[in-house]
């Protein structure tokens, strides 16, 4: 088991200390978080790969690898997340334990120091970032951008987000977008860089067996670059209760595929006025969210109307999605089939089983998460960042608790918003089905 302390290290900067000796191995994340932005999503998204590539001390990959070789195999990598309507952009560190290593060791110290060099002292050039990481760097970042179009699930989830979400935050892509990151020079993103050091929400988590007090001491000293900030709240995510008036709609797109995606956007409703987290996420996995699934055993299992069926839930946002791949000729009647499914539930149509079977998935899923270093990191900046606070263990021990009853009225007031299509270039043609 393990325990949480938190703690604000200066204004401004926020800890999360997760304490347990259940792991050969420590994770530190230092989290910079603001308002995902369309005109500056590509910039946040570049910006910590950039740091990742040379601080002040160590100048380049290979004194960064030669440090880190020195801290037994310690890692360093970019993190860039998505959190309802919050762009969360930062390092994260994974570090052996001090107990398990020959002699008096202090890598907790020592990666802290290093993190957080690459934070608050980057390699730059007359103060600017130098051209050639940063070119370097979006290069990368554009191709990451240009390979999510290989991505044919992922690629009909974002298009259906993009236009199901136009006019809010969340339409915008973790990435942000080819355009905007190629616009990007040394200039900009220095800039954007300070504005973000300066006026972003900073929480930082550790995940090992130090104590929370020598925790603190290592990062008041890694982060002393940062003294002097104002304390900064968390921006709101925009949650809206139900779709527009003219509801539900639904967009086509043609590609060179030889299978459909069919996504499906809900609005969750009045259950995110006060949210009941267990409940919600049991709903999803008696829905779509686990092998025990309606979508799995019935579209997919039984009538065989997919290849694959799921759902899946943004509790900071209030939006479900459903994700499936179908025939071509399929279409309607497996997008019937889906609807019909949350039209079962809502009725009450949830057996002792699937209700029984949803409930373990889910405490099973959480268990797992809670077995590995960056689980816990994940579980616990999800809970830190969402509009209502929670507790992870609390959530898992009352998954138990939940009701058919509040399945039925959290689906009750779930509503669909758009429907995308991804289809074949034959089927825009009228031909055949071969794509």
């Known amino acids: 088991m393990h325990k949480v302390f938190r703690d ?45 590539r040379g601080s002040a001390n160590h100048p380049d990959m290979a004194h960064i690898s030669t440090a880190l070789d020195e801290l037994y195999g310690t890692r360093i990598e970019p993190l860039i997340r998505k959190k309802g309507e919050l762009h969360c952009v930062g390092l994260y560190t994974d570090f052996p334990d001090d107990r398990f290593l020959p002699g008096e060791q202090n890598i907790l110290e020592e990666a802290a120091t290093l993190i957080g060099e690459m934070l608050t002292s980057p390699n730059l050039q007359n103060g600017i970032f130098r051209k050639d990481y940063v070119e370097s760097e979006k290069i990368n970042l554009v ?32 990435l942000g977008s080819e355009e905007e990151a190629q616009a990007i020079t040394p200039e900009s993103l220095t800039e954007h860089y300070r504005k973000l050091l300066a006026e972003s929400r900073i929480e930082v988590l550790y995940c090992g067996s130090a104590d929370p007090n020598r925790v603190i001491a290592a990062l008041r000293n890694a982060l002393s670059g940062l003294e002097g900030r104002k304390s900064t709240p968390i921006p709101e995510t925009k949650i809206l209760l139900s779709p527009p008036k003219d509801s539900p709609k639904r967009f086509s797109e043609a590609m060179d595929v030889s299978q459909g995606k069919l996504t499906i956007g809900f609005r969750v409703g009045r259950s995110m006025e006060n949210p009941n987290y267990p409940a919600l996420i049991v709903f999803n996995s008696i829905y779509g969210g686990s092998i025990t699934s309606k979508l799995f055993l019935n579209v997919r299992e039984k009538l065989s109307l997919c290849y694959y069926a799921s759902s899946m839930l943004d509790k900071h946002k209030g939006i479900m999605l459903v994700a499936s791949g179908v025939d071509f000729s399929k279409f309607e009647t497996a997008l019937d089939e ?93 031909d055949s089905n071969e794509a």
């Open 143 to 174: 191709d990451d951008i240009r390979a999510a179009i290989n991505d044919k699930r992922g690629y009909a989830i974002d298009r259906l987000l993009m236009e199901m979400c136009a006019g809010e935050a969340y339409g915008v892509r973790r």
């Open 8 to 52: 604000e290290i200066t204004p401004g900067i926020s800890l999360t200390c997760i304490s347990t000796d259940k792991f050969k191995t420590g994770c530190l994340t230092i989290n910079l978080i603001g308002a995902l932005r369309r005109e500056t999503a590509s910039l946040s998204a570049l910006l910590p790969r950039v740091l990742r």
């Open 338 to 430: 889906i609807m019909d499914q949350l039209e079962h539930i809502k009725n009450g149509e949830i057996s002792q089983w699937e209700l029984l079977s949803a409930k373990q998935y889910v405490i099973t899923s959480l268990k797992s998460a809670m077995d590995r270093p960056g689980g816990l990191d994940e579980l616990y900046f999800d809970s830190t960042v969402s509009a209502v606070p929670y507790d992870p263990v609390d959530v898992c021990d009352k998954v138990d608790e939940v009701t058919a009853e509040q399945i039925i009225e959290i689906a009750s007031g779930i509503k669909p918003d758009m429907t995308f299509f991804l289809t074949g270039l034959s089927e825009e043609r009228g």
